[in-house]
Structure formats: structure tokens, C-alpha cells
């Protein structure tokens, strides 16, 4: 069974710039979330999915940041224009259910922004 | 709100020494929330090591054990005896009784030395 993959793994970009992430989560999974983790700190939720509907966007920067899953798979998270604050790792995770339920990780996509 | 605290950012120890890495949490809803361990191994994804769901009772996976002790609020991670191999880093997460979301600590970096 394949993983979760993320794509690109790494991103290097000036201020002011747009980027986007891209997640293919386990074939089945109906939950997806997105994880920032700035260096030396633990993964911090910044928005997750059941299927296609966003269930907590709460910590999400809604005025850069934005997050899409439009058909319960894929999902894709840009940031509209970056800041050297945004530099750190981006996580996707996805797992059947949510809650207790067993988070599969990937990779990450290592973001740094000048 | 609700937070976890890993007070060790990196730990040494000697290959057949024992291991504690202390987690301790805090939740502002009533009830008692989950507890999970997750290991980060060098150059792969997060995963889940263990977790909890009943205060009182114990986890186990690949020698470690974790109890959660719902007096403390604490569950640390503990191994009667490392190898090279469990370098890495691990973290602690929980998600509170009402809560909907898995919350991680910083991390603790592990380094088993000969």
C-alpha cells in the first residue's frame, strides 16, 4: 500500500512570492490534515478535511493561506504570498476517521523563504 | 488552551543504558484526553509509536512503554534499554476529551551513543 506523498519535497522562494503543496494521502483515508513545523518545534495543525469539507480551518493565516480537497482526495494548500515567518516544514497527514484515529504521515515539504 | 510540554530537547544516552523522556499535558475541557508517542527515524516520516486512550493503563511498541497517569497529566516514554537504532526524535501528542484534533509537543531528540 503506498504512503502519503507530497510534492515538491523542498521550495525556495523570496518574499512576496506564491507556492503551492500537494498531497496524495492513502487510498481510502477520508480525513486529511495539514501540519506546519517550524524548525525545532512539533507539527502545529493548520487545517484538516473530512472527504471534501474543511472541519477546522482555525489556525490557518486565511488572509495568505488557503486549502482545498474538492474531491475528497488530492489536496492542495498555497500560500498566496510568502513571509520569511512561513519558512519551515509542511506535513500532511490523513488517517480513516478522525480523532484517535492513526495519523500516516509524509514525507513533508521543506519551505524556505528569504 | 490546550498544550503538551516536552521539557528534554535533546537527550544522550549509552546504548544499553535506560531511557525516560518526560510529556506532560494540558487540557481545559473536563475528561480525560488520548495520548500518543510518534518517532521521526532519520530520513523517514513521522509515525505513530504507541498511544493511549484509557487513563491508567499502559502503551508498548519496539520496547518502550508509556503510562498515562491522569493525577500528573503525564505520559512519558520509557525503554529499559536503548539501541543505535532507536535514534530519533520523538514526540508527544494528545487530544482532549472534546477536543477534535491531535495537539504535539516540540519534540525530543534522541542520540544513542556506543
Known amino acids: 500500500e503506498a504512503g502519503v506523498t507530497q510534492s515538491p519535497r523542498y521550495a525556495v522562494l523570496q518574499e512576496g512570492q506564491a507556492v503551492s503543496f500537494w498531497c496524495d494521502p492513502i487510498?481510502?483515508?477520508?480525513?486529511l490534515y495539514w501540519y506546519q513545523q517550524p524548525r525545532d518545534q512539533g507539527p502545529q495543525l493548520l487545517v484538516y478535511?473530512?472527504?471534501?469539507?474543511?472541519?477546522?480551518n482555525s489556525q490557518l493565516p486565511s488572509d495568505r493561506f488557503s486549502a482545498v480537497r474538492p474531491k475528497g482526495t488530492n489536496s492542495t494548500l498555497k500560500i498566496q504570498s510568502a513571509k520569511q515567518g512561513d519558512t519551515a516544514t509542511y506535513l500532511c497527514a490523513s488517517s480513516l476517521g478522525r480523532g484517535i484515529a492513526e495519523q500516516f504521515f509524509g514525507p513533508g515539504t521543506r519551505l524556505t523563504v528569504l | 488552551g490546550d498544550s503538551v510540554t516536552q521539557t528534554e530537547g535533546q537527550v544522550t544516552v549509552s546504548e544499553s543504558k535506560s531511557l525516560i523522556i518526560n510529556c506532560t499535558y494540558s487540557a481545559t475541557s473536563i475528561g480525560y484526553p488520548n495520548l500518543f508517542w510518534y518517532v521521526r527515524y532519520p530520513g523517514e516520516g513521522l509515525q505513530l509509536l504507541l498511544k493511549v486512550i484509557t487513563a491508567g493503563q499502559k502503551g508498548s511498541s519496539r520496547g518502550f512503554e508509556a503510562t498515562y497517569n491522569k493525577e500528573a497529566t503525564s505520559f512519558h516514554l520509557q525503554k529499559a534499554s536503548v539501541q543505535e537504532s532507536d535514534s530519533a526524535v520523538y514526540y508527544c501528542?494528545?487530544?482532549?476529551?472534546?477536543?477534535?484534533?491531535?495537539?504535539f509537543g516540540t519534540g525530543t531528540k534522541l542520540q544513542v551513543v556506543p
Open positions: 501528542a494528545f487530544i482532549a476529551n472534546s477536543g477534535t484534533y491531535q495537539r
Open positions: 478535511f473530512r472527504d471534501e469539507a474543511v472541519i477546522d
Open positions: 487510498s481510502g483515508h477520508d480525513t
